[in-house]
């Protein structure tokens, strides 16, 4: 049987025509299947025997399945969550919220996340405001375990509660109060994009597809947002590189002045909307 190096170049060959990371998703399908951390593999295991469920993954892989699903996990702002197909995988890109999140508000005691999925900006916020409690709602009950899961995980399930709960539904935000801080990384996908097969085939339709310009759940959402902000709160909303112009003026109709932060890349990622000094909230 090959070593660990020998199965790891064999297996970043075959990945070479479905994936751009293709070395990147043999190591960690290699670590995952040792029960090591990449590091360590690199470090410790090149010269071992290949385990036996390596191949296995390396099929998964190459029908498109995400390396996130596979390994059942995903790392998020130093973080480790637990993912599944029930839940869209963290990316890096939305650190850029929690990073304007923190920014705006680090005083923030309640923090609303808007459809938690694997509750990754919830907990992520509050990982790094020790004083702040925090709701998540989430429409899916199969991504509400996982975000519960993951609150048990981390340690915040006495300051992160996940409940059922959906923006569309009349009476949602009845009894929630109100927050200094609100979250949303909301479906934005237009209904006909072309997306890489490992998002279309795997990842959960209903928290990625949004009408036919990708805008359906910011109308409904957003003009909600300004009755369940407190005095001096701060809206952070995800949203996609091209809808910055669009959901800025849904927010500016809300009655929101509008900040945009962009990502990594340069590309517009998330708005961040206040209620201009002097206006109030609906309920202030």
Request: charged share 20%.
């Amino acid at each position: 049987m090959a070593d660990v190096s020998a199965a790891l170049r064999a297996a970043a060959e075959r990945l070479a025509a479905s994936s751009d990371t293709a070395r990147l998703d043999a190591e960690v399908l290699m670590a995952h299947a040792l029960g090591v951390t990449r590091s360590d593999l690199l470090l410790r295991h090149m010269r071992d025997e290949a385990p036996e469920g390596f191949a296995a993954l390396v099929e998964r892989r190459l029908g498109h399945e995400p390396v996130a699903y596979i390994t059942g996990a995903q790392d998020f702002f130093g973080l480790t969550f637990r993912v599944s197909p029930d839940v869209l995988i963290p990316r890096g890109d939305s650190e850029v919220l929690v990073e304007a999140a923190l920014a705006a508000r680090s005083d923030a005691r309640r923090v609303l996340d808007c459809g938690t999925g694997s509750g990754a900006l919830l907990l992520a916020v509050l990982a790094n405001l020790p004083s702040a409690q925090g709701i998540g709602i989430e429409r899916s009950s199969g991504a509400l375990a996982v975000a519960q899961g993951n609150a048990r995980a981390l340690g915040l399930t006495g300051r992160a509660e996940m409940r059922p709960g959906d923006w569309t539904s009349a009476d949602w935000a009845q009894g929630l109060g109100q927050f200094d801080l609100i979250l949303a990384n909301p479906p934005y996908v237009e209904d006909e994009a072309a997306l890489d097969p490992s998002v279309r085939a795997h990842e959960p339709s209903s928290a990625l597809f949004s009408g036919p310009e990708g805008l359906d759940d910011y109308r409904v959402l957003v003009p909600q947002l300004p009755g369940l902000l407190a005095p001096g709160g701060v809206a952070l909303v995800e949203i996609g590189h091209t809808q910055a112009d669009a959901v800025s003026a849904i927010g500016v109709a809300a009655g929101f002045s509008v900040v945009l932060h962009r990502d990594l890349g340069g590309r517009p990622r998330v708005l961040e909307f206040k209620i201009p000094l002097g206006k109030g909230s609906a309920n202030a």
